[in-house]
């Protein structure tokens, strides 16, 4: 009976430790040291030994039980061991591999643009107003002074949706429809869209203008000048010059137009200035009376200037963007060069 527990604890020992997974190591662990197992069945077979051998043979039992246990729990150890390590591995999380990039989108020229011109006057105690993009023809033209054979009222210039209604062409609607609202002082600016039937390198059919209204008791085209003055100064630059030249818009008397120095050639001329040396960046001027009184408003005791600047204009100015359809293809080639 000795040699048959020695043989079985040989057989024992050698697939305990050649087990590969904790499940088998259960099954060899039931049958070799569990209730019904082959070691219990020994402590069985006692009995039949002569009755002095059996003291020692059941001690001997017991031993290689324990002895038993501890090998498949030291296996039990190195099964688990190894597995987390294997886990561990499979999961590894390699900290110097390259993040994943996300791209950063930026703010487009003209938001930059509006956004600067609109913070400039706001610091300088102007009102930001709005008006529609769908307009009628009283806001948009009879209200500013406009003669009905104006050729800006030209289907070939301005959309019209049907009778009476289009897509205002100057935010100098805003102009009345703050006047019809607010009673002078008043001192607001309007950016805002518009829309016309244009389309080259420096026109667009939707573009974008910002309007300024001043009407108070003795404003006066010094007034005008000295503001147009600080604002191209802060836009571009102190060094940079500018100048008014007379014009005619119906809504202003007397009316002009406000260029700056080309910022491509410094005034020498070429081909973005078409060799005049100037830029040109919007319309001003005296508020015309009639246009106050249209409005209800006593034109011997209030005066106002006005002016709409082309913020497309400002912005290609300032980048030095030769043409203005790359204002609105968005192409990220062109638009990644503002994102800073
Ligand atoms: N509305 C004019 C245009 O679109 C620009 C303009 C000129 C606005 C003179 C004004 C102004 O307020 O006084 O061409």
């Known amino acids: 009976m000795r040699k048959e527990l020695d043989k079985t604890l040989e057989i024992a020992r050698k697939e305990i430790l050649e087990v590969e997974t904790l499940h088998d190591l259960m099954q060899l662990k039931s049958r070799f040291v569990g209730k019904k197992s082959v070691l219990n069945n020994f402590m069985k077979k006692i ?15 017991n031993q290689a039980k324990n002895q038993l246990a501890e090998i498949i729990s030291n296996r039990e150890i190195e099964i688990k061991e190894r597995d987390y390590k294997k886990n561990l591995q499979a999961n590894a999380l390699d900290i110097t591999m390259p993040g994943r990039h996300r791209e950063q989108g930026s703010l ?10 609109e913070d400039t006057f706001i610091s300088m105690g102007f009102e930001v107003a709005e008006g529609f993009d769908i307009e009628d023809e009283f806001h948009n033209f009879d209200a500013l002074n406009t003669p009905q054979d104006h050729p800006a009222r030209d289907l ?19 102009q009345i429809r703050t006047m019809e609202n607010h009673k002078p002082p008043i001192k607001i600016i309007a950016p805002g869209r518009c829309y016309r039937n244009d389309n080259d390198a420096s026109h667009s059919p939707a573009f974008h203008q910002m309007e300024a209204l001043v009407i108070d008791e003795d404003v006066s085209f010094a007034d005008l000048k000295d503001i147009l003055n600080i604002f191209v100064k802060k836009m571009f630059g102190s060094e940079i010059e500018s100048r008014i030249r007379p014009h005619f818009f119906p809504f202003t008397e007397p009316s002009a137009e406000i260029d700056i120095v080309c910022v491509n050639c410094g005034g020498k001329g070429c081909n973005v200035c078409k060799n005049q040396g100037w830029l040109e960046m919007g319309g001003a001027g005296m508020v015309d009376p009639n246009v106050l009184e249209t409005l209800g408003i006593d034109s011997e005791k209030y005066s106002g200037y006005a002016f709409g600047l082309g913020i497309d204009r400002v912005a290609m100015l300032k980048y030095k963007i030769p043409d203005m359809r790359l204002l609105f293809e968005n192409d990220l080639r062109f638009l990644k060069q503002f994102s800073k």
Do not use: C, M
């Open 47 to 61: 009995g039949s030994l002569p009755k002095e051998g059996r003291p020692a043979f059941g001690q001997i039992v």
């Open 108 to 117: 487009h020229p003209i938001t930059k643009v509006w956004r600067e011109i």
């Open 156 to 174: 070939s210039d301005t959309f019209y949706i049907e009778n009476d209604v289009l897509l205002r062409t100057q935010t100098s609607t805003v």
